[in-house]
């Protein structure tokens, strides 16, 4: 994986709060998305029942379960490689249970039990609630799996247990699954259809978040913009639904709205969006409310229109470029960042040069770059060559990383002399005397600590800045 201006966290190991009385551990390690960390508190909330506690140390773990991720083969091979630091482990420790959940689990399937040795349990994105029952089965010495993927599951009714947070930002799970049949991507075929779960949940999750200290929360979703409640079921079967549920189905900026009024002083930020669905009433919803942060995660993967057919991305380049002036339209200060995927299958040099020229028309603020991976199972590996020689992706890759480095530090550099608002997160990596948060827009800004403390937000005065990061003092 490239390493990107704003990189998702990878292999974080979750601790947990101990419950009394509860014996067993649990080592918890997630790679991927934001999902997968968000279900892996799913998984250590129902675990926590069972009698886990979790701990940070891999050595006394009587469960070692890891959350996995398919979009790349890199992301893949990485955890073969936690596979063998876990063998190592076990056979000094043979009681040791070793468990893979998430999207590799449902990739691979029966396959992981037969490759790798070591493992003892498979289990899929959306067979969490089944873990008691599996465990039971390993507990009598047998191997257990279950990657059912399900047509209504959404965790909608567990209570989440925040693991290794800061107590400040927190994820709210809002739909699982996608639809967007993306011909480079395995996540329809590992997470299933489009399902949303129930907004009153949602924002009973969101009171006993605020009620326990949190100021932000970011609603998660494969696609969020494709959010629709109508009293449960599948997102494509809201066609078969009755005049009295299409009357009173809530979409994603309904959604938002309810989100924002039910604490107008929570910061609630949403990922990831898709160009397709993201609507003109979602952009003017962040704009009617000062608490909705104004970022939008907007994956485009190509400029090229011939490259985004091939990949079925329903959108074009002209439609792209249209919806970004909506939003700087209607949402003047919104910083956009995006992933962009290089090498894919046929792409030549003029495709190339179109993600160019596409990157200096939205002079994204920072952004996610990789190489074309080819997934097994999806169309793109069944239907096209991977014919873009690894030298000419990694060149072509390089020249896009380049040309973000450019656009984030224009894009950081006109925040200088303003005042932005800044809730603080935690330590600077770089200085004990200061403190780090990030703005609305989702541009992180380091200050002197003086007598602020963590969870306050701040009013700060940019007077430097690096590529990615703003510089300044308190006001």
Request: proline share 3%; hydrophobic share 35%.
């Amino acid at each position: 994986m490239e390493k990107t201006i704003d990189e998702t966290k990878q292999g974080e190991h979750l601790v947990l709060d101990q419950k009394e009385g509860n014996t067993r551990k649990l080592f918890i390690e997630s790679y991927g998305c934001a999902m997968n960390f968000s279900d892996s508190e799913i998984v250590a909330s129902i675990l926590s029942d069972q009698g886990f506690n979790t701990t940070q140390h891999l050595e006394e773990a009587d469960l070692v379960l890891v959350n996995t991720c398919s979009i790349r083969d890199k992301a893949e091979q990485t955890v073969r490689k936690r596979l063998e630091k876990y063998n190592a482990v076990k056979r000094i420790n043979p009681k040791m249970k070793v468990g893979v959940l998430g999207c590799m689990a449902e990739r691979l399937k029966t396959k992981f039990l037969e490759e790798e040795k070591i493992v003892d349990l498979v289990v899929g994105p959306d067979a969490y609630k089944d873990l008691p029952n599996l465990l039971a089965e390993v507990d009598e010495g047998r191997d257990a799996i279950n990657v059912i993927l399900s047509k209504d599951e959404t965790y909608g009714d567990i209570s989440p247990v925040r693991l290794n947070t800061n107590g400040v930002s927190a994820f709210v799970s809002i739909t699982r699954g996608c639809d967007n049949m993306c011909t480079f991507c395995v996540v329809p075929f590992t997470r299933g259809r489009e399902r949303s779960r129930d907004p009153q949940s949602i924002i009973e999750e969101i009171n006993d978040l605020w009620n326990k200290g949190y100021k932000e929360i970011t609603l998660l979703g494969q696609n969020v913009d494709s959010y629709l409640w109508y009293g449960g079921g599948l997102k494509k079967d809201f066609e078969k639904a009755s005049d009295m549920q299409k009357a009173t189905a809530v979409g994603f900026s309904s959604l938002l709205a309810m989100c924002a009024d039910a604490h107008p002083e929570m910061r609630i930020r949403f990922s990831t969006s898709n160009p397709q669905d993201l609507t003109l009433d979602v952009i003017e919803t962040m704009a009617a409310y000062k608490n909705i942060c104004k970022h939008i995660h907007l994956p485009v993967q190509s400029g090229s229109n011939r490259i985004l057919k091939a990949m079925n991305r329903l959108h074009t380049r002209e439609e792209y470029f249209a919806l970004i002036d909506n939003i700087r339209r209607i949402l003047p200060e919104c910083s956009i960042s995006q992933d962009l995927i290089s090498g894919f299958p046929t792409e030549t040099e003029q495709d190339h040069q179109d993600t160019l020229s596409l990157m200096d028309y939205v002079k994204y603020n920072f952004g996610y770059m990789f190489t074309y991976s080819e997934r097994p199972g999806t169309m793109a590996e069944r239907k096209l060559d991977d014919d873009v020689p690894e030298e000419v992706k990694k060149r072509r890759l390089a020249e896009i990383v380049q040309k973000q480095r450019e656009h984030s530090e224009i894009r950081t550099k006109a925040y200088i002399n303003s005042i932005v608002e800044v809730l603080i997160e935690r330590e600077s990596k770089k200085s004990s005397n200061e403190w780090s948060g990030r703005t609305s827009q989702n541009v992180v800004a380091v200050f002197p600590k003086k007598h602020y403390k963590v969870g306050e937000l701040v009013k700060v005065k940019i007077t430097d800045c690096t590529s990615a990061t703003l510089i300044g003092e308190a006001i």
